[in-house]
């Protein structure tokens, strides 16, 4: 009986299936450890060439020689075989012998298995057809079939031909419509045309094969689901294929008014033609026309609701009766956030509003009305024979300028710190977590070392070096700074591995984050130094608030202790506390410097003389245009450059566009929310060095760099062009998650009074007109700003902004504009009209006077009556 082994592990297949054969239950059962032992035995080589030829024939004799149901579905599935199977056919074969009932829940076992399983389909088809048990159902069984019977390289001839031939299409059909993601395949295995899948059962319905009816309310209820809009296209295309009957319509006039309500913008407008059709022809109640209208006009897409605010134009023009049932629905319209929405409302209300007496109707238009500007207000009340209510006047709201969070102070107990530390390395861009955490480190590594390891062990032990007895500090510098610090509190990195700083690869001399990463470097391999030998009582450097700003007072302080306790400042340490310490209030530095001469120390003296200084000017700065960029270059900041140490001079050199550019390994940005924490007082100089970044969201459409703003924004020192470059790059990035951070800079900007609306407004310009930035982006950029209620910030920037758009160069403009122009334009004169703007544009009058009725011309005309009369034209 061992010639079966032998024979499976020769992968003789034929053989193995002839031995088997011959075998009672019970000496196929003798076999099964042996078999197991094999299976194991090939697992860690089953790539080899022997265990290839092996697997198939162990794969076989396995699945014959258990006799219990599950055993034998988790040896068909198991993954030791998922490449290297035994042909589905034998497999059946070896298995035609058992009871149909046994087969039947193989079968079933075998199809609840997950797809990534790969378990054959043509295995669990031969066993539904050994068992005649019912087809299953699931997502496994029924992407297999699919794959199977609409793969044209596996069939010939019509898909629907090949359908015709299952004895189970109806159950499986059936199935279609409840498994997720399953239109996709559909639309992938054979596309449009006639030979789709969609036309294939169209055809199947007509003929009587499937049920017409079951085809339409499965297509139906999988749209109500909603999904991936290429999931419910194939399920889309099938409705239009069926062409259901009007009656077949009128039956499911509640479906089709909460798909124009809810469903993905294709099925929507579906559902819209359909019971506008309805609607068109008298088959659909007001009522329910009011209510599909409800639901269409709450929607963002401008073209739905368009076509809503037609159908019922016509429908008010040919049944006066309907008016009262009707008009209740434009309230919803009148409050669309798009300007031509509101004016279609509006021709809609005078048009048809003074035939109805109903003081209900009355009072909910002239409520709605209240969002619109004052011209368009005013032309409601009109219409509806009231008096308009008298405009309030304009107020600014935009949010509460943000006020510099506390740190908070470092963990008493070492175990509370041992618990920060394990949040903070899920998430070390938390600037204020951080700084707490690494004083902690430092205090705690100072009272007690053996302690604060004991309590780090539980949370560290996870992490890959721990078990390590020595590495080499330079692994970690650079990238993953909390674990460099870690890794020498824990005694894991070797004594002499701190005696230089290296060479960082992700801070080369031609990269222009090189200062910034550099600085950064610089202190985390400086503390990771301190808690490896000699921990002073804290760091110096730690900031006050969240920005990274250090109050003067505070500094003094430790610097106090320090000279009681006889401690010498670390050089990188001592030079950061002085870049972050505030100096912008002058009257808190002059006395914070008094008390610092009167501690008689070397940094006492330099602190009072860095206190009293000059403050942190902006350097000279040169605006260069490089390829589709427009980017600054800085001077030189001499301040920087006295008494500090090497590592940190380079952030007061200069910076420039054509030298610095090359060869940047910093494409993570994860250190860039500790880089504005450098110099909170000097936020251009960050910016500045970040604008390459921030250009490629708009440029290239690249993801991220644009997270930083708001952190500029909220940190000190002036705003300056770098800092407002860096915004307009944000504000017509390619991603909305970028496009809403700008949006988030701006308005920290404005709520500080430190937006400089001209400047922005120019850069916006500019970069539109170069075509960098695209209108269409910039749109829902300013449009988020505005709904906050800064609509006159918003007007200000415009106001800048549309001059450079809108001029023509020498020889008139060919070409449509860009798109998205007219809805700038619409826009600024929302914008105007809300917060009463006058004066007038360059450049608008120019494209007013265009002729023609483009929409472009119509906004330009709209914005021009809006500033001239303070009212819509």
Request: glycine share 8%; proline share 7%.
């Amino acid at each position: 009986m061992s010639s079966l082994i032998e024979t499976v592990r020769a992968g003789r297949i034929a053989e193995t299936v002839s031995l088997l054969d011959g075998m009672t239950d019970g000496e196929r059962r003798a076999f099964v450890p042996e078999l197991r032992a094999l299976r194991k035995e090939l697992r860690p080589d089953r790539w080899s060439r022997w265990s290839r030829r092996v697997l198939p024939a162990l794969h076989l004799a396995g699945a014959a020689c258990q006799t219990g149901a599950a055993a034998v579905a988790d040896w068909l599935a198991a993954g030791d075989f998922a490449w290297s199977p035994a042909p589905p056919v034998r497999l059946v074969d070896v298995l035609a012998d058992r009871d149909t009932a046994w087969l039947a829940d193989v079968t079933h076992r075998l199809a609840r298995r997950p797809e990534n399983a790969r378990v054959p389909y043509e295995l669990m088809s031969g066993l539904v057809r050994l068992s005649a048990c019912p087809v299953p159902t699931t997502a496994t069984y029924v992407r297999g079939w699919l794959m199977h019977i609409g793969g044209s390289w596996v069939r010939s001839g019509p898909l629907a031909d090949r359908l015709r031939q299952e004895p189970q299409l109806a159950e499986l059909v059936a199935a279609l419509f409840e498994i997720d993601e399953i239109g996709s395949v559909l639309g992938w295995l054979t596309g449009e045309g006639r030979d789709s899948w969609h036309a294939s059962l169209a055809r199947l319905a007509e003929e009587g094969v499937l049920e017409r009816k079951a085809l339409l309310d499965g297509c139906v209820a999988r749209l109500l689901r909603g999904g991936r809009a290429s999931d419910v296209r194939a399920f889309l295309h099938l409705v239009r294929a069926l062409e259901p009957t009007r009656e077949e319509q009128r039956e499911r006039v509640a479906d089709w008014t909460a798909l124009a309500g809810d469903a993905a913008s294709p099925v929507a407008a579906h559902a819209q033609s359909v019971l506008a059709g309805l609607a068109l022809d008298g088959e659909l109640a007001p009522h329910r026309l009011a209510e599909m209208s409800q639901a269409v006009l709450f929607r963002t897409e401008k073209k739905l609701v368009r076509s809503q605010l037609v159908l019922l134009g016509k429908v008010l023009a040919r049944d006066a009766s309907a008016t009262e049932v009707l008009l209740p629905a434009l309230a919803q319209a009148l409050a669309h956030p798009d300007s031509e929405i509101q004016e279609r409302a509006v021709k809609l209300v005078e048009r048809h509003a003074p035939g109805t007496a109903e003081t209900g109707i009355r009072e909910e238009l002239v409520s709605a009305a209240e969002q619109l500007t004052p011209a368009l207000r005013a032309r409601v009340a009109g219409a509806l024979g009231v008096a308009p209510a008298p405009a309030a006047p304009y107020e600014e709201s935009l949010p509460p300028a943000p006020v510099p969070e506390r740190l908070a102070p470092a963990p008493e107990s070492a175990a509370e710190l041992a618990e920060e530390v394990g949040a903070l390395l899920a998430a070390e861009d938390d600037v204020a977590a951080f700084e707490r955490t690494l004083d902690g480190l430092v205090r705690h590594a100072h009272r007690d070392r053996d302690a604060l390891r004991e309590a780090l062990a539980p949370v560290v032990g996870r992490l890959h070096w721990f078990s390590v007895d020595q590495v080499d500090p330079g692994d970690f510098f650079g990238h993953r700074p909390l674990e460099l610090v870690l890794a020498a509190l824990l005694g894991r990195t070797a004594p002499h591995g701190f005696r230089g700083i290296p060479q960082d690869p992700m801070s080369r001399t031609d990269c222009v984050h090189a200062p910034l990463s550099r600085a950064f470097n610089a202190r985390i391999w400086e503390v990771a130094r301190l808690v490896s030998a000699d921990p002073p009582p804290f760091l110096l450097a730690t900031p006050s608030f969240g920005t990274g700003l250090l109050v003067p007072d505070e500094l003094v302080s430790r610097l106090d202790t320090y000279r009681e306790l006889g401690v010498t400042p670390a050089p990188v340490d001592f030079a950061l506390a002085l870049l972050r310490v505030g100096r912008r209030d002058r009257t808190a530095a002059g006395a914070a410097a008094e008390r610092a001469v009167a501690l008689g120390t070397p940094e006492g003296d330099r602190l009072a003389r860095w206190l009293t200084s000059g403050g942190p000017d902006l350097p000279a700065v040169r605006r260069r245009t490089a390829g589709p960029r427009v980017l600054l270059e800085f001077s030189e900041v001499e301040e920087l450059q006295r008494d500090f140490p090497p590592e940190l001079r380079p952030l007061g050199r200069p910076v420039s566009v054509y030298r610095e550019r090359w060869h940047c390994y910093h494409w993570d940005g994860a250190q860039r929310p500790h880089w504005a924490a450098l110099l909170p007082e000097r936020r251009e100089l960050v910016a500045v060095r970040l604008l390459r970044d921030l250009s490629s969201t708009a440029v290239e459409d690249t993801r991220g760099a644009a997270a930083i703003l708001p952190r500029l924004a909220e940190s000190g020192g002036e705003a300056g062009p770098a800092l407002h470059l860096g915004v307009a790059y944000g504000l017509g990035a390619r991603h909305e998650a970028d496009r809403l951070a700008a949006v988030d800079a701006l308005l920290v900007l404005a709520a500080g009074g430190q937006l400089d609306t001209a400047r922005l407004g120019g850069d916006l310009g500019g970069l539109m007109a170069s075509g960098t930035v695209k209108p269409s982006r910039l749109v829902e950029s300013v449009r988020t700003a505005a709904a906050t209620g800064a609509e006159a910030t918003v007007w200000e920037v415009l106001r800048h902004t549309l001059p450079a758009v809108l001029a023509e160069p020498a020889g008139a403009r060919t070409g449509p504009p860009p798109r998205g122009l007219a809805d700038l334009l619409a826009l600024a004169a929302d914008c105007a009209g809300r917060c009463g703007a006058r004066g007038e544009v360059p450049q608008l009058a120019q494209t007013a006077e265009r002729g023609g009725s483009s929409r472009l011309v119509a906004q330009a005309r709209r914005l021009r009556g809006t500033l001239e009369a303070g009212v819509a034209a």
